[in-house]
């Protein structure tokens, strides 16, 4: 199974974008999924998860109350709401998901991947 991430781009700092992703073939509502990014020269970090049929979320501090993960079990897909970006923000976003109701921080324990989004925040 292979995930679709889409909606990135160029946007100026204070604007908005909302990431998709939906998978190519089946996830189960009940797995867990989640985003990360990755900008070049760092590591991948934990942006914000949710976990199985959608009932809790969590996020990285430094996105906390701007970014917004949600899923759509109806049409297997999964979002993410981003307001006010700021130029840290800029980084390739994948999409993931574990075969495991309950969300982790993680990227070992995610076991199916997409190819990423490339979100880029102007000052």
């Known amino acids: 199974v292979q995930l679709q991430a889409s909606g990135g781009g160029l946007v100026q700092a204070g604007g908005s974008l909302r990431l998709s992703c939906a998978p190519s073939?089946?996830?189960?509502?009940?797995?867990?999924m989640a985003w990360f990014r990755q900008a070049p020269g760092k590591e991948r970090e934990f942006v914000a998860g949710i976990s199985g049929l959608g009932g809790l979320t969590s996020y990285a501090d430094s996105v906390k109350g701007r970014f917004t993960i949600s899923r759509d079990n109806a049409k297997n897909t999964q979002y993410l709401q981003m307001n006010s970006l700021k130029p840290e923000d800029t980084a390739l976003y994948l999409c993931?998901?574990?075969?495991?109701?309950?969300?982790?921080?993680?990227?070992?324990?995610?076991?199916?991947w997409g190819q990423g989004t490339q979100v880029t925040v102007s000052s």
């Open positions: 993931a998901a574990r075969s495991a109701w309950d969300m982790k921080s993680r990227a070992y324990e995610y076991g199916y």
């Open positions: 073939g089946r996830i189960f509502h009940n797995y867990a």
